[in-house]
């Protein structure tokens, strides 16, 4: 990796770890306040005070505030740390899928600090996880897979490889074209493939990947069995 994109990661890490302590003091400043402004006949005593509702509000601000550049400087630095192995144009839905999971973290997590009610969101959200991931599983699957291949890279573009395993029908020997967040690229002796990452992610990878043949063990005549004449017994003169 570049050293310099390398460097603009780690400030973008750097950087994402500090919001985050900024934003877990919001919500524990959150955690002293309440915004029960209406109280109710059998608890008087729930009414919030003015510095209650003054922390509460503060508390969710800092800690959406801290939960926001923490999210953005984390998919930033995804996507500066993926741009040298699969380009900007693949690294680039690594970064989304890290804003959108962080920014539903956020929004929970605010939400839960100024004492709003979960428990529809959370099933609501249950549900729809539930249908988006059985809708999507092989696409999902193959772009977990494609993030692991690249961050343990057992072989790279221009690599000449064999891989063998039954998701992938068989076994498949070429050199390595391009991988992407979703499908390895080869070039075979037949022509290009794509193989999907799922597959190639359960495949065994190397030299020794390949199919063991049988050799054809040639037999030998048995030397034991010798042919003999005819002999004739007889008693010496």
Do not use: C
């Not at 460097?7 to 306040?33: D, P």
Request: aromatic content about 4%; cysteine-free; glycine content about 14%.
């Amino acid at each position: 990796m570049d050293p310099v994109p390398k460097r603009a990661a780690r400030a973008r890490l750097v950087r994402a770890a500090i919001a985050a302590v900024v934003a877990v003091w919001g919500l524990v400043m959150a955690s002293f306040g309440q915004l029960k402004t209406i109280a109710r006949p059998a608890a008087p005593d729930d009414l919030a005070t003015g510095t209650e509702i003054l922390l509460a509000l503060g508390g969710a601000g800092i800690a959406l505030i801290g939960g926001v550049v923490a999210v953005r400087s984390t998919a930033r630095a995804v996507r500066l740390a993926m741009r040298d192995q699969v380009g900007d144009a693949r690294s680039a839905p690594a970064g989304l899928i890290v804003s959108a999971v962080g920014y539903i973290i956020v929004t929970f997590a605010v939400l839960s600090a100024i004492d709003v009610d979960m428990g529809g969101l959370l099933l609501g959200g249950a549900l729809t996880g539930v249908v988006i991931g059985i809708a999507a599983q092989q696409t999902l699957g193959n772009f977990l897979a494609g993030l692991v291949l690249l961050m343990v890279r057992p072989f790279g573009v221009g690599d000449h490889v064999v891989l063998r395993s039954g998701p992938l029908g068989g076994e498949y020997e070429g050199t390595v074209t391009e991988l992407s967040l979703y499908y390895v690229h080869l070039i075979t002796e037949t022509g290009p493939v794509a193989l999907p990452n799922s597959g190639v992610l359960a495949s065994a990878v190397g030299p020794g990947a390949r199919a063991p043949q049988d050799d054809e063990e040639e037999e030998a005549p048995d030397e034991t069995q010798q042919d003999h004449g005819p002999t004739h017994g007889g008693p010496a003169i």
